[in-house]
């Protein structure tokens, strides 16, 4: 059994897979881990020359798989993970990224540590470039230094976000609950989803170091999760959303005290996602306003947020600092590209049905 796999799933990136593959490649062979480590490159059906590319491809530690027909980003991944990995442990890099230079020996003395610690899932910290190869940011910074994280309701609502970034994430397969993943193989945030399943009755482990270059902002393929952009990170921030529900669901089912600690770990993350995706000023509600109108977004915003288990946690713990935010959203609107009347009174909508929830729930009590 070898000790790590690289396993990179792709689909219609012919002409950029090869520099994740020799990212990995060369240190593989510089550093003469051909007995540790070998790579699984899983070709989701694409229309492209991806699987003439794979046919190149001699090396014995590089094993290729060419699906007849397209199961989707998530499909792909659980498939692999849950069939075809034998290895001890796991490295998911997606086809636009590549592992950072002669990391490869540090990562496998980190996956022999965690496995003597018996610790099943690794974090790391992303750093995101433009295609240009300039610093975007840096995200998933769940700690300052390298920490191990206690299995708790709390820790997984503070934690479980930060492997929305698949590459990057360290795991023994064999040892992930993937319950809740099948369960909900087509929600697109299906890492968070394994991540806060795998944190439930595990340990974890934050490893603060940098060992993919993640690319951002580039040309995607999500079609099924949407046709534009806008419908895209709509599709994303209710998954998002979803994704924190089916988890507390499952604690809910417990007790009604691992359900509250849950929801306020999570409370922090929450705040972020409703103002990156609902309020930013490139896309949230004025984005959903100029493509759908005011009178479907509004309703679209209501179904899929202020019905949801999370915006309950958002109001019951900081109802203030939750309007304060939503109305500064609505000014700064103004500034936007996107911006007209429309999105104003789009926006003032979903205050005014966000405060009569909040009244309905005051009432009740």
């Known amino acids: 059994m070898k000790l790590l796999s690289i396993f990179i799933p792709t689909y219609n990136r012919a002409s950029i897979l090869p520099n994740a593959v020799?990212?990995?490649?060369?240190?593989?062979?510089?550093?003469?881990?051909?007995?540790?480590?070998?790579?699984?490159?899983?070709?989701d059906c694409?229309?492209?020359?991806?699987?003439d590319y794979l046919e190149t491809l001699k090396e014995s530690y590089i094993n290729t798989i060419n699906r007849t027909h397209n199961l989707g980003m998530s499909a792909n991944i659980f498939a692999v993970l849950t069939e075809t990995c034998k290895s001890?442990?796991?490295?998911?890099?997606?086809?636009?990224?590549?592992?950072?230079?002669?990391i490869l020996p540090a990562i496998l003395k980190k996956c022999q540590e965690l496995s003597n610690s018996n610790v099943p899932i690794c974090l790391t910290p992303r750093y995101s470039y433009l295609s240009s190869g300039e610093l975007h940011c840096i995200a998933c910074q769940s700690f300052k230094h390298d920490t191990l994280i206690q299995p708790s309701p709390s820790a997984v609502g503070q934690i479980m976000s930060d492997g929305f970034i698949l590459s990057g994430i360290l795991l023994q397969p064999d040892?992930?609950?993937?319950?809740?993943?099948s369960e909900n193989i087509e929600n697109s945030m299906f890492p968070v989803i394994l991540t806060g399943a795998t944190l439930r009755n595990q340990h974890g482990y934050y490893w603060s170091n940098k060992i993919v270059n993640h690319t951002v902002l580039n040309e995607c393929f999500w079609d099924r999760w949407g046709k534009t952009?806008?419908?895209?990170?709509?599709?994303?921030?209710?998954?998002w959303i979803e994704a924190y529900s089916i988890l507390a669901t499952s604690?809910?089912?417990?007790?009604?005290?691992?359900?509250?600690?849950?929801?306020r770990g999570a409370n922090q993350k929450l705040k972020k996602a409703y103002s990156f995706y609902l309020f930013s000023l490139q896309s949230g509600m004025s984005g959903l306003v100029k493509l759908y109108g005011v009178y479907k977004a509004s309703q679209m915003v209501v179904k899929t947020v202020f019905c949801s288990?999370?915006?309950?946690?958002?109001?019951?713990?900081?109802?203030k600092n939750f309007l304060k935010s939503l109305i500064k959203a609505i000014f700064l609107l103004r500034r936007s590209k996107f911006a007209n009347w429309k999105t104003i009174v789009a926006s003032l909508l979903v205050l005014l049905i966000a405060l009569g929830h909040f009244n309905k729930k005051i009432k009740r009590r």
Not at 46 to 51: A, G, L, N, Q, V
């Open 175 to 181: 040892k992930i609950d993937y319950s809740l993943w």
């Open 309 to 319: 288990y999370c915006f309950w946690a958002i109001c019951s713990a900081c109802i």
């Open 229 to 239: 952009e806008i419908d895209r990170e709509y599709r994303l921030f209710c998954d």
């Open 46 to 51: 694409s229309p492209d020359d991806t699987k």
């Open 88 to 102: 001890e442990w796991v490295l998911i890099l997606t086809d636009d990224d590549t592992l950072e230079s002669n």
């Open 22 to 43: 020799r990212s990995v490649s060369l240190q593989i062979e510089s550093f003469n881990l051909q007995e540790a480590v070998d790579i699984i490159i899983c070709n």
């Open 251 to 263: 604690y809910n089912e417990l007790s009604s005290s691992e359900y509250d600690k849950f929801w």
